[in-house]
């Protein structure tokens, strides 16, 4: 599978990504990302081996121009509303603030709700991510609340949890028509 705009496309996962992917995996910047650290370029290249089996939720994000894996995005159908989706989204810090994550978001919104039977699509981030929230407006989300001390990906130096906000943001996909047009 794969997904095209103006600068980007969205494609499956190669052996071949795991340098680009080790670029930003080996220190993630948001802790809910924490889980995905990559130790070495070993431990890339074993991860490229299972992302080459998932081709139809989970995709690299590439500059057209160079081929450079610069990102990812993914989402599932929920397991008790398969028309419900989650997306997460993660881009090599030094291609942020470029709009390459709203280009890659839209085109995979898109897809989910043309292709893939989506009905709503909600993302949560970090209370502290002000982007990643700028990015759900931009795409024409709602935030429909916040979670207090919603949970714990990283534990403060005494090894404790150490809980984070969270904020939600969804959109119908009646609501995503009506933007684009």
Do not use: H
């Not at 039977?117 to 024409?140: M, W």
Request: glycine fraction near 4%.
């Amino acid at each position: 599978m794969v997904l095209e705009s103006k600068r980007i496309i969205l494609r499956t996962f190669k052996r071949s990504d795991a340098n680009d992917v080790y670029e930003y995996l080996r220190e993630p910047e948001v802790n809910c990302f924490a889980c995905m650290k990559l130790a070495s370029l070993k431990e890339a290249k074993e991860e490229m081996v299972r992302r080459e089996r998932e081709t139809e939720y989970y995709f690299a994000i590439v500059l057209k121009e160079s081929g450079k894996v610069i990102g990812e995005i993914d989402a599932y159908p929920e397991d008790n509303q398969k028309d419900t989706f989650s997306p997460c989204w993660m881009l090599n810090k030094e291609y942020q603030g470029k709009g390459y994550a709203y280009e890659a978001a839209s085109l995979f919104f898109e897809y989910l709700f043309q292709e893939k039977g989506a009905r709503r699509i909600y993302a949560y981030t970090e209370d502290y991510n002000l982007a990643c929230q700028r990015l759900c407006e931009k795409l024409g989300m709602r935030k429909e609340g916040l979670f207090v001390e919603f949970v714990s990906f990283v534990k403060d130096e005494d090894g404790n949890p150490k809980y984070e906000n969270t904020m939600q943001y969804a959109i119908l996909k009646k609501e995503w028509i009506s933007t684009q047009s």
